[in-house]
């Protein structure tokens, strides 16, 4: 893979990496069919497999509502594995690069994180983590069609890599759609972070790999990464253009204001505003690592804040909270 | 007059007050009877009587639209006086406090700005200017009317004292339209400044005495400064409660937000965004002086903006400007 060596500059675009691993071990039916002593039996299997790695194993039955939306927040877990615990664990490192939900739709799900485009690492540490588990235990695994699933989106290499992109520019161009369209034929597919009412999020898009079967991972990732590519240098020519739009400029600085001044804001709010100034950031307006703004946008989402706070915060309550904590970072 | 002591707390809500004199030379007739040469005649008699003043005697046939529009914007001329130079004079005092129109809709208009609410000094600088006018030439006086003006509102006293509300706590509650009403029963006329487009800008009011005739300069002052007083007091009881609103303290910190980092600001905009930080800055949320947003509002309207740069601007320099200024301003 190329290029990767223009780590800023593909930075400014591409937030963060993820590639998932979904597995299933040969002696167990799939978790769907499991009772919640026998979801126990296999996500002890698991986590024996894994005892040299340090990570911490959370029972999702002795989370809260709030700490496990949390994890969902910050893309730990799915949506579906916060809502329902019983019988399920988390395996969890330390800084939170690696997370393994065990017993979700598969028995395993092993899922690596990093930050800008790095596909190619995320692969090498999830590929680590595969093979320490079939060292010690036996996959379902067919030799025609490789590793089974239970959805048969994922039959074959198990494997969903993804890269999650900032394209405040293409947006307001209305190039997304097209792009969409184009990176489908592609095997790829492109969808934004939707709010509760349907609407795009902070001009943030995911891009992963659609085809899992008769494709091997360095094949899949390559394309992705060519593509994620492509797609990076028309955001960056789209943004040349945007930039020197006054109107636009000005709402790049009042969105930086506002940050800096708003008595409450709203989690879709705070996106949104951050949207912009992260472009204004990553154009060299102002002077904020765009990880740092990432990663208040991730501390700021409701129920991540709500496990920080010593009591229950109400929605109006951690709206200002909110603010009160963005104008201490921007200083 | 009571209470004018304690002048920081009124000085919040009265801006400021103005005191104008309309008077006649008996000799001539109005000025819409007189021709260009006769006008330039009693300009010169009046200039010379108050010849030891050490104002600035300014032929408004010198001056470029835009020099005139600028006089206009600081309320030292009216806009008739600005659109029509022929034959007319401006006396002006250094600071601005002291402005005569000469051959306006009368001979002489006198005027007086003080900051603050101030109504008894106004007009004892506008009675000391009369009487050396007075001293020097006769006035067309009637014993039992009074001074003779042109328009019959003004006959009598001649005297229109002002002073300049900010009430953005009553509108907000939607008190001024009674607030109208009332003022108007004790002979006070109570009007919004108007914008282009007859919305009111920056929630500022004029209050005015209507009553001309038949009353002295005293007790028309007298009633003027105690209404004053009873209006501050109830905008400011109505600001303790509008500042306990989280909404309301949301929109004052934003307003000060986007002043403080905008790229471009209309002149309308920058009204309205100041009206918020003024009213945050008297409830002590910030530390700036509100006569400093009053001179930044003046200083950043369209054709004053114009009279101080070197090449002519377009609305869009202006705007680029005008944020550039404030910007530099709060700092």
């Given at each position: ?19 998932r691993?979904a ?7 799939f978790p769907a069919?499991l009772?919640?002593?026998?979801k126990?039996?296999v996500c002890?299997?698991i ?10 194993c959370i029972d999702m039955e002795t989370l809260s509502p709030v700490e496990a939306v949390s994890l969902a927040e910050k893309h730990l877990i799915s949506a579906e594995f916060a809502s329902n615990g019983t019988g399920r664990s988390l395996l969890l ?6 997370s393994l939900m065990l017993c979700e739709e598969d028995h395993i799900r092993i899922q ?38 239970q959805c ?8 969903r ?142 129920a ?28």
């Open positions: 893979m190329n290029n990767e060596s223009n780590c800023n500059s593909v930075s400014d675009v591409v937030l963060s990496t993820r590639v691993l597995r299933n071990l040969r002696k167990y039916p069919r009772d919640r002593d026998e126990k039996t002890s299997l986590k024996d497999a894994l005892d040299g790695e340090n990570l911490d490192s330390k800084n939170e690069d690696v690596i994180i990093e930050s800008g485009l790095s596909l190619e690492e995320a692969y090498r540490k999830a590929d680590r983590i595969d093979s320490l588990i079939e060292n010690r235990l036996t996959y379902a695994f067919d030799e025609r069609i490789g590793y089974l699933t048969p989106t994922d039959l074959g290499t198990g494997m890599a993804s890269v999650l992109l900032h394209l405040p520019a293409l947006s307001r161009k209305g190039a997304v759609r097209n792009l969409t369209a184009t990176v489908a034929k592609l095997g790829l597919t492109l969808r934004g972070s939707y709010g509760e009412d349907g609407e795009i999020l902070g001009d943030i898009y995911q891009l992963s790999n659609q085809v899992t079967l008769g494709i091997s991972e360095k094949a899949a990732l390559q394309n992705l990464n060519s593509i994620a590519l492509q797609i990076v240098t028309q955001e960056k020519q789209a943004r040349a253009v945007l930039i020197k739009d006054e109107d636009f400029m000005d709402k790049i600085f009042r969105a930086y204001g506002i940050l800096k001044s708003a008595y409450k804001l709203t989690s879709k709010e705070l996106t949104n505003l951050i949207s912009y100034v992260r472009l204004g950031a990553a154009e060299g307006l102002f002077d904020i690592p765009v990880e740092k703004l990432s990663a208040l946008n991730a501390e700021l989402q409701p991540t804040m709500n496990t920080k706070s010593e009591v229950p915060l109400t929605r109006s309550q951690r709206d200002i909270k909110r603010a009160e904590r963005i104008r201490e970072a921007l200083g």
